[in-house]
C-alpha cells in the first residue's frame, strides 16, 4: 500500500491517508472541545449532589494518566520497531500499547462503578451528565484505538506489517496519541481543577 | 515529491523517546504535586494554581504533538489542519462560556437562574404518562389514616412504606420530635422525589422547600418546626408507586418511604 502511495500524485506531495488523519484529529478537537466547554458551562450549576469533591478521587486518576501516557511512549516503540522491519518487536509494542490502554479503560470502568454507587448517574444531576458523557467519548475513543491496536498487532504477526506500509502504524499512532493529549486536557480541566469543586450555585444565594 | 517528504521526516531516537517520557510525567508529578493536600503547596498558591496547571497541561499536550505525532518535523501543512481545528475548538469553548457564565467571571446569573438539570429534560414525557393515568376513574374506597413520625433525631421516618386504595381518602399526621431539625412530608411519584427537592430548595422555606405549583407534587404538610406536628389529607391517585418524601435540603436522600396505591 506504501508502495502504491509513493507512486500517487497528490498536489501537496502529501499522503492522502495521513492528510485524512489530521483532518479528523481537527475536526476530533472540535467534538471533544464543544463537550468540554459543556463541561465547564454546566460547572458548579447542580442543585443536587453528589458533587466533585464528593466523589473525585485524583490520585488515582493520576495513576491511571500515568498509564496513558505510559502507552503514548510504547506506542511511538511500535512505529520506530515497524520502521526497522523488526517484526517481533512491532507485535510486543503494539500489544504493549493496547495493554496499557486496556489497564486505563479498567481504571475507567472502576471509577465509573464507583461513582454509579455514591449516587453519581448520567441522568442525576448536571456534573454527572456533562461528567459522564465527556469522559464515556474518551473512554469510548481509547475502546476503539485498543480494538484497532490489537488488528495491526494481528497483522504484524502474520508479517503484514513493515517499512513498507508503516503509514498504517504511523496514523494508528497518531490517533492514539491524540487520545492521549485529549486526556491531558480532561485530566488538568475534570480532576486537577474542576475535582475540588464544592456545591451548587443557587439562584439568589 | 512523497518521496522527499518520506526522507525529511525524521523521528528522534529511542533515548529522545525515553527523554520525552520523562519529562512528561515529571510535568505530571508535579501537577499532582500542585493540588494534593499532604505536600502543603495548594494552600500556598491559592487561585493562582488554576493558570499554572492550565499551562504545564499545554506543555505536556504540545511536547505530545510536537514529538509523538511528529508535528515538529512533518509538513507544516498538517499541523496547520489540525491547529485550526484547535483553535476552532477553542473559538466554540470561548464563546459557550461567553453565553451562559458571561465574560470577565462575573456572576452565572442567566445560567444560574435557567440552567436545567438534565433529568428535567424528560419531565414532560413523565408528566403526560401520569396525565393519562390518572383519568382513569379513581375507585372510591373507605378512608385510611396513617400516623408517621421522623426516626427521632434521624434524617429518616419511622415508616418505610404504607398503601391505599386508588381513590380512598388519605389523611396523614406527621409528627415531628426532633429537638432541631424541620420536617416536611410530600407525597410524589416514585422517582420524582430528588427533582421535587431540587425544585423545592430555591421555593425556600417560607413555601414548605416545595415550588408553588408543582405539578408533580400530589400533597404535601407544611415545613413543621422541631416538637410540633401537621396533618393532610387527600385522595389516593390511580395505582402505581409513590414515595412520601422530606423535602427539605438535603433530607430527600435519606428520608423517605414508599407509597403504594392498589
Keep these: ?205 | 515529491m512523497a518521496h522527499e517528504t518520506e526522507h525529511t521526516t525524521h523521528h528522534p531516537s529511542f533515548n529522545q523517546y525515553v527523554l520525552i517520557a520523562i519529562i512528561l510525567f515529571a510535568i505530571t508529578i508535579v501537577e499532582f504535586l500542585l493540588i494534593w493536600d499532604g505536600a502543603g503547596i495548594v494552600d500556598h498558591l491559592g487561585a493562582s494554581k488554576i493558570p499554572l496547571l492550565v499551562f504545564l497541561s499545554a506543555v505536556k499536550f504540545a511536547i505530545v504533538i510536537m514529538f509523538y505525532m511528529h508535528l515538529k518535523f512533518d509538513n507544516r501543512l498538517l499541523g496547520s489542519i489540525f491547529i485550526a481545528g484547535l483553535l476552532l475548538a477553542f473559538l466554540v469553548g470561548i464563546a459557550l462560556m461567553g453565553l451562559f457564565v458571561g465574560f470577565g467571571g462575573g456572576q452565572r446569573s442567566y445560567a444560574a437562574l435557567n440552567a436545567v438539570p438534565y433529568e428535567e429534560h424528560h419531565e414532560a414525557d413523565e408528566e403526560t404518562t401520569t396525565s393519562t393515568e390518572t383519568t382513569t376513574p379513581p375507585v372510591a374506597a373507605g378512608p385510611v389514616t396513617f400516623d408517621i413520625s421522623a426516626k427521632g433525631e434521624e434524617l429518616a421516618f419511622d415508616t418505610t412504606s404504607i398503601s391505599a386504595d386508588s381513590g380512598a381518602e388519605v389523611t396523614i399526621t406527621f409528627t415531628n420530635p426532633a429537638s432541631f431539625n424541620q420536617h416536611n412530608l410530600v407525597i410524589v411519584a416514585a422517582g420524582d422525589k430528588d427533582l421535587v427537592a431540587a425544585d423545592g430548595i430555591p421555593a425556600g422555606a417560607d413555601n414548605n422547600y416545595v415550588q408553588p405549583g408543582d405539578s408533580r407534587v400530589i400533597a404535601n404538610t407544611k415545613l413543621l418546626a422541631a416538637g410540633t406536628s401537621g396533618e393532610v389529607t387527600f385522595t389516593a391517585p390511580a395505582p402505581g408507586a409513590y414515595q412520601f418524601v422530606c423535602t427539605f435540603p438535603g433530607h430527600n436522600f435519606t428520608m423517605f418511604g414508599d407509597f403504594t396505591v392498589n
Design chain 1, 1 to 205: 500500500m506504501a508502495h502504491a502511495a509513493e507512486h500517487e500524485y497528490t498536489t501537496t506531495g502529501l499522503s492522502h491517508r495521513k492528510m485524512l488523519m489530521w483532518v479528523f484529529l481537527g475536526s476530533d478537537c472540535l467534538f471533544f472541545g464543544s463537550l468540554i466547554a459543556t463541561y465547564m458551562v454546566y460547572r458548579g450549576q447542580s442543585l443536587v449532589g453528589p458533587y466533585p469533591i464528593d466523589i473525585i478521587d485524583v490520585p488515582l486518576t493520576t495513576v491511571s494518566t500515568f498509564v496513558l501516557l505510559m502507552s503514548s511512549f510504547a506506542m511511538v516503540q511500535a512505529l520506530a520497531a515497524t520502521n526497522a522491519d523488526n517484526k517481533k518487536a512491532t507485535v510486543i509494542w503494539l500489544l504493549a500499547t493496547a495493554a496499557l490502554g486496556a489497564v486505563f479503560i479498567g481504571f475507567q470502568i472502576y471509577e465509573f462503578n464507583a461513582f454509579k454507587n455514591e449516587g453519581l448517574t448520567l441522568g442525576g444531576n448536571l456534573f454527572g451528565a456533562s461528567f459522564f458523557t465527556l469522559t464515556g467519548f474518551h473512554g469510548a475513543h481509547v475502546t476503539l484505538g485498543i480494538i484497532w491496536l490489537v488488528a495491526i498487532a494481528i497483522l504484524a504477526a502474520k508479517g503484514r506489517v513493515g517499512s513498507k506500509n508503516a503509514l498504517d502504524v504511523e496514523l494508528l499512532g497518531l490517533y492514539w496519541h491524540f487520545v492521549d493529549i485529549v486526556w491531558i486536557v480532561i485530566f488538568t480541566l475534570l480532576y486537577l481543577i474542576g475535582g475540588f469543586d464544592v456545591g451548587p450555585v443557587i439562584p439568589g444565594g
